[in-house]
C-alpha cells in the first residue's frame, strides 16, 4: 500500500497556519467578498510564479479537500497561492473540479487573476520509481483540473521525482523525455476552461516553470524523512523542481517520536525561546532544516517553511521564499518587511 500511495502536508508546522473547512463549509481566514480588480493586469495565470520572479515571498494558505461553494468562499484569500490537500484530505477529482470551477465562478481575485493560483498535495509518494511510474496518472488527473502545480510527499528517490517531472509535462515540451509517461491529448479540456485561455494556449502555457521560463506549472517536492534528506542535493537538482521543503513534521516522527509541545522562536534580537508548538529546535531536527535549506540554494529553488508571526522576518532573513499563513498577520508583517510593492 506505501507504494502506491503515500503521505503528504507539511503534518505538524503546515497545521498551525492553515484554512480548513469547517461544519458551515467557510474556511477560516478568507474574506467574504472579492475586491475591486487592481487597475495593474497580472502578468501571469500564476500569481505564486509572478511574485517569485519579482524577488517577493509568497505565502500559502491551505484547505483540506472542498467543493464548489468552497471555492467560490476561497476566492477571496489574500494568499499568493492555495495549498489544496488530497494527501490527508479525500482523494476526489469531481470535488477538485468543483472547486476550480467554483473559484473561476466568484471572480477575478483581488490582484486580477482568474482564480488564485492552487497546489494539489497527492496522496502518491515520490520513494520508489515503479510506484511514481504506476501513479503517474494522478499527476496527470489532477492537472486535467486545471490547478496550477503538485507538491510531492515523501521524495526519496531522485529517479522517481524525475518520473514525476516528466508526468506533469506534454511529450512536446522542450527537453521532455519521451521514453517517460506524459500528460495526454484531451487533458487540455477542462483545464483551458479554468485557466481561461484556449486549448492550444494552454497546451503552451502548462509546463513547468522555471525549466520553463513561461510555464505555469510549479512542482515541489517535500524532503521530510531521513532517507530523502540523505539526498537532498541530488533531488534539488532535478529539472523541473521549483521549491522543496524539509517536512519537520515527519522529519519529527522519524528523528523524535511523538512530537512534544514545544516551538522554537526567536526575540528581536534573534536569540531563541520556546512556547507551545513542535520540535523544531532540536539539534538533530536543526541539523536536517539546514541541510535542506542549504540544499535547495546550491540548486537555485525556493525554500519552503512554516512561518509563525513571531518567525517569519527571521525565515525571510535565512533565505525562505514560500511561507505559510497566506490568510495572517504573519504575511502581512512579511510583506512589509520585504516592501512589496502590491498590498497582496
Known amino acids: 500500500m506505501k507504494a502506491l500511495v503515500s503521505m503528504g502536508v507539511l503534518a505538524l508546522s503546515l497545521c498551525m497556519a492553515s484554512t480548513t473547512v469547517g461544519q458551515t463549509g467557510k474556511p477560516r481566514g478568507a474574506a467574504a467578498t472579492v475586491p475591486t480588480t487592481p487597475a495593474v493586469a497580472p502578468k501571469r495565470i500564476n500569481r505564486a510564479i509572478e511574485v517569485l520572479e519579482s524577488g517577493q515571498p509568497v ?41 476550480m470551477k467554483g473559484l473561476v465562478d466568484a471572480g477575478k481575485t483581488r490582484t486580477g487573476h482568474r482564480t488564485p493560483a492552487i497546489i494539489v498535495t497527492l496522496p502518491v509518494l515520490g520513494d520508489n520509481p515503479a510506484s511514481m511510474r504506476a501513479n503517474a496518472w494522478v499527476v496527470q488527473q489532477v492537472l486535467a483540473s486545471g490547478v496550477h502545480g503538485i507538491l510531492l510527499c515523501q521524495a526519496e528517490s531522485p529517479e522517481a521525482v524525475r518520473i514525476f517531472v516528466e508526468a506533469a509535462r506534454y511529450p512536446f515540451a522542450a527537453g521532455a523525455d519521451v521514453s517517460q ?14 485557466w481561461g485561455v484556449s486549448p492550444n494556449e494552454y497546451l503552451a502555457k ?30 534539488t537538482k532535478i529539472p523541473g523542481i521549483a521549491f522543496a521543503e524539509w517536512g519537520p513534521g515527519d522529519q519529527s516522527f522519524y528523528l523524535l517520536g511523538i512530537p512534544k509541545v514545544e516551538r522554537v522562536v526567536r526575540d528581536a534580537n534573534g536569540s531563541p525561546y520556546y512556547i507551545a508548538g513542535s520540535n523544531d529546535h532540536e539539534p538533530a531536527m536543526v541539523r536536517t532544516r539546514a541541510r535542506v535549506l542549504a540544499a535547495t540554494k546550491a540548486a537555485g529553488i525556493r525554500f519552503l517553511n512554516a512561518c509563525p508571526e513571531d518567525d517569519v522576518i527571521n525565515q525571510i532573513k535565512e533565505g525562505t521564499m514560500i511561507c505559510t499563513g497566506g490568510d495572517t498577520k504573519s504575511a502581512d508583517i512579511g510583506r512589509a518587511y520585504t516592501k512589496r510593492k502590491t498590498v497582496w
Do not use: C
Not at 181 to 194: D, N
Not at 206 to 232: F, R, S, T, Y
Open 59 to 99: 505565502y500559502y494558505t491551505q484547505v483540506s479537500g472542498g467543493g464548489y461553494e468552497d471555492g467560490k468562499r476561497l476566492a477571496a484569500t489574500k494568499a499568493d497561492y492555495i495549498t489544496y490537500d488530497m494527501e490527508h484530505g479525500t482523494f476526489d477529482i469531481a470535488a477538485l473540479r468543483a472547486f
Open 181 to 194: 509517461s506524459h500528460r495526454g491529448a484531451g487533458s487540455q479540456s477542462f483545464a483551458s476552461e479554468i
Open 206 to 235: 502548462a509546463d513547468v516553470w522555471p525549466l520553463n521560463p513561461n510555464g505555469e506549472v510549479m512542482l515541489g517536492i517535500k524532503i521530510e524523512n531521513p532517507k530523502a534528506v540523505a539526498h537532498a542535493e541530488e533531488l
